[in-house]
């Protein structure tokens, strides 16, 4: 009786609507995530490529991460001392925030190596006078949303 029970609740929630095989697909998730993490694919060679593949991204994030910073002090490394310091004491009081956690926050969000050239640029025309610092940071933000 309780059997034939759960068969007809079993059946009526997968007549009404996708809840079972949402349950069952969290619950094949959370199987196999359990299994990756405790190694039981890694001699397997399809699944073993793919663990190791999924343990590379966040080195690859990092990877990318560090060619953004290496190109912008690169771009930026014969601009005036002097000037540079006082741009980031604008840039961090315009802010509200230490102005160099704030560049390696944006630097983080761009998603193209190219763009770390126009911020470069973006600076070299903010110590020209050519830009005030809420238009730095206007143009700034633009370029991070910018596909």
Known sequence: MQQEKLIFDFKQTVENG??????LGDGTDNAFHSLFEHGVFDDVPVFGFFVKACNVVPDIQAYRFCKKIYKFVYLTQEYDREE???FWHEYSAANQENGYELMLSVL??????????VMANLIRAKLE????IENYIRLVTSLQMIP
């Open 18 to 23: 996708r809840k079972a095989s949402d349950v």
């Open 84 to 86: 540079l310091d006082k």
């Open 108 to 117: 983080d969000k761009i998603d193209n190596l190219n763009k770390v050239g």
């Open 129 to 132: 006078g050519q830009l005030s």
